[in-house]
């Protein structure tokens, strides 16, 4: 009987959103199991496709085309990963195989290739004219010697075929080495046949001699770091037979050259060890229960969880650690490699794609039982999961903005019931959410409410910016704040300033007519880089020249206005010309390894201040920083977001909690035009729980998460009216369905209503409780496939922006 495979092909459109069915050829047949990645005839091409089934009968009517190749030898996601695509393609509303390439390196989704094939009943003029003897040409050859028009002819007449092939991208990096053959003697007897004057032949049959026997391959690399011998030597001998030659796989390193010093697990402070206690008990007895470790910064979690890991692997278990991308610092990795050694693979966006498939692998072959990563590293193909960490848990760098639109905390949770694991939550700030959970009891609660040693919390004052603005005409530094930098950098300690970002740009203004430079694609400002001296737009990457003159009156008084770090730097320095600063922020941290330069730079006191935006905040763990100046604090609490304060409060806290981390005090000063604001003023205090009471009350009133489930639904086309029109017949179509508890906000035209010349309109549904409301967006989303010119529609399932 003839096997068939159920395959999801590589076209994301809500068409081709099933599998298909496959025949496999009798050649086939012993090879092919689910998880594997093929080739398979799709219409006039070829595409790659994963096999998420096999069966022996297909519902199809026709005959069944028959898979043209494998491209694994093993399969490349096993059984759970298989069953998390579907789940993960069903609960976001995201094509299957969307789902199915997030889950793996990059390297490994298909990349096409087109060519053109003389066929044989092709005219023989063609085949030397075009072809120029060959069978087979590119199609950009093809294209450069005749027209894409004839072409397109000679495929009708059947003189030529266009065909696509699948490449796998995905190298491995191969050194050439060899492998012992002969054994000692056998070597001597060669040594003996030698002339003299073959004195580098001799030195390597000595080699071979003191490593015959040995089974395992040797680099060429590593034999001419031990004999003085060149490769031609070595080529010869190969010839020769005195060994085999082979290729050797190797793992690109990322960590390659950096020494980790090896450290031991630190005495337990009672509270980090009851914490320990109690969730390497749930890891031993396989207890699928979620933890909210709830700690002030400098308690020491980063401890528990190392500690909880090491429980873990004793049992013969693997864990994963999640931690957003930009507290992925250096020190962090350090921490977990200092730990655990070469059973540490890293995931994360600073490394190469060839760097990151071979860390991918080194997981699936169980060779790296300690995975660190951030939001996409919750797919790493480990096995036996004996526990999943979350740390930062509250922060919105879990969840991604495009299709699949998941969140990484999801995904631990579906994985951690799986393989009937815990899971740790932490946080110094948790989610609304999250805290919400362990109220009801759903999640268990652990508060760390001690720094480690019983450290002070960091004394916070508040300046009101109003007043300032009185005392001096421009300028981003109070006198306090300039005053206690001045004592750092007398006393020789550290200063970390900070420079709010968001929901704040950098623009150029005419002071004649208040004309501003705006994006001609998108309706949003050009932001000033002065690095590139060049305006830019931060949603599609249009960039021209800084003008010169008004477009609008042609005035010559443009002028810049807003705060960029670069322009906070340049002041700092004409206000304290002997003070060493450190600049970090996209700008400063583009190159690879710039990131953790400045950092150690920063470790090693080269500088007196580190100025950075919010990617300073988190994480950083340096003992004679003892002062935390925030420049601009309520920069977001204007923004149109129900969670604005939540991220005020959450950034304040974070980044204060880099003060006063080990023997000396820490102080903090925030500048502010809302001092009065109670995100500011519990921060200041350091105070969660009572921003999380203060907090869960207006989210009650307002109905908001987590006391209500949110979905924005955003529709969008080149043409405005189009894209309104559309939102409000998604909104005709779902009131049916929804009970009258739903809440239903909008339509309204997105805050930054044009993008990339689309126009964007959005409704978010609010609800508790909705049977058929899964079913109805379903339906929208087949109903309403994306092209890229027709309507586009995204739905988002608790979106953690609005705007
Ligand atoms: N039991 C311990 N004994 C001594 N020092 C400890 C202990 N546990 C942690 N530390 C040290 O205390 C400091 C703070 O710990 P850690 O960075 O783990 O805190 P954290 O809770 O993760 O902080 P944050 O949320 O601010 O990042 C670190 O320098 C760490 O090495
Ligand atoms: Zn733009
Ligand atoms: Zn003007």
Redesign the pocket.
Known sequence: MTQIAEVIVDVPTMQTNRPFDYAIPASLTKQISPGMRVVVPFGKRQLQGFVVAITDQSSFEGTLKEIVAVVDLRPVLNHELLQLSQWLAQSTFAFWISCLQTMLPSVMKASYEKTVRLEPTADPKLATELFQGKQEIPFSEATNLTSAHKLLQLQKEQQVEIVYHVNNRAHKKMLKGLLPTKSVAECEALKANLTKSAKKQALLLAYLTSVAGQTEAIAYQQVLAAVAVSRETLRTAAKKGWFKEVAIEQYRDPYAGHTVEHTRP????AE?AAAVTQISQAVKESQNEVYLVE?V???????IYLQVIQDALKLGKTALMLVPEIALTPQMVNRVKGRFGERVAMLHSGLSTGERYDEWRRIERQEAQVVVGARSAVFAPLSHLGVIIMDEEHETSYKQDDMPRYNARDVALWRAKYHNCPVILGS?TPSLESRARAQKGVYHLIRLKHR??DRPMPEVTVVDMKNELKKTTEGNFSELMLTQIRQRLIRHEQSVLMLNRRGFSSFVMCRDCGFVLKCPNCDISLTLHMDTHSMKCHYCGHEEAIPKVCANCHSHKIRYYGTGTQKVEAELKELLPTARILRMDIDTTRRKGAHEKILNQFGQHDADILLGTQMIA??L?FPDVTLVGVLNADTALGLPDFRASERTFQLLTQVS?RAG??DKKGEVVVQTYNPEHYAIQLARHHDYEGFYKREMTLRHQGNYPPYYFTILLTASHEEENLAAKKIFQLMNQLKPVLSQKAIILGPTPRAIARVNRRYYYQMVIKYKNEPNLNAELTKIMQDNQETKKGIQISIDREPLSFI
Do not use: I, P
């Open positions: 630190r005495v337990l402070t980090q700690g910064t400098g308690s020491g979690k980063t401890e110094a480690v040693n988190k994480g763990d909690g981390r080990a």
